[in-house]
């Protein structure tokens, strides 16, 4: 009696454990994911500060470079914002990395890290839809 228990006990402890780490994939698991994506910054904030750069070149001695004949553009043709990629990393379950993955969603960079590789609103490389 006591061996056929003994022989019982490993397999449902074996189904038990995997039955375990399943569910800590699909519901604990999240993996890094990290995302490019588009933001509109004024150009005010991405140009260098000159005034405390000590390794600025001398201005020309022979005065500034001429202006344009046909004056500067007007003011409502001048940008003022420009569109910069930014990364940032999302922590994401298993089972929306598989369904990525199967769809050419993601790819895996040098450095080891997880890219996606579309951006948000946007549908996979390899999707039908």
């Not at 604990?28 to 005034?51: A, C, M, N």
């Not at 890290?113 to 490389?125: D, F, L, M, S, V």
């Amino acid at each position: 009696m006591t061996a056929r228990i003994l022989r019982a006990s490993l397999p449902i402890l074996l189904c038990a454990a995997g039955f375990g780490l399943v569910t800590y994939g699909v519901l604990g698991h999240v993996v890094p994911v990290i995302q490019d994506r588009e933001v509109e910054k004024p150009i005010s904030e991405l140009e260098p500060d000159r005034s405390q750069n000590p390794f600025d070149p001398p201005q020309d001695p022979w005065g500034p470079p001429p202006q344009d004949p046909w004056g500067p553009p007007p003011d409502s043709q001048i940008p003022k914002t420009v569109l910069v990629l930014e990364r940032e990393t999302n922590h994401e379950h298993e089972p929306a990395l598989i369904l990525d993955v199967t769809r050419d969603g993601l790819a895996l960079l040098d450095s080891g890290e997880i890219i996606r590789t579309y951006n948000p609103g946007e549908a996979p490389a390899l999707c039908h839809t």
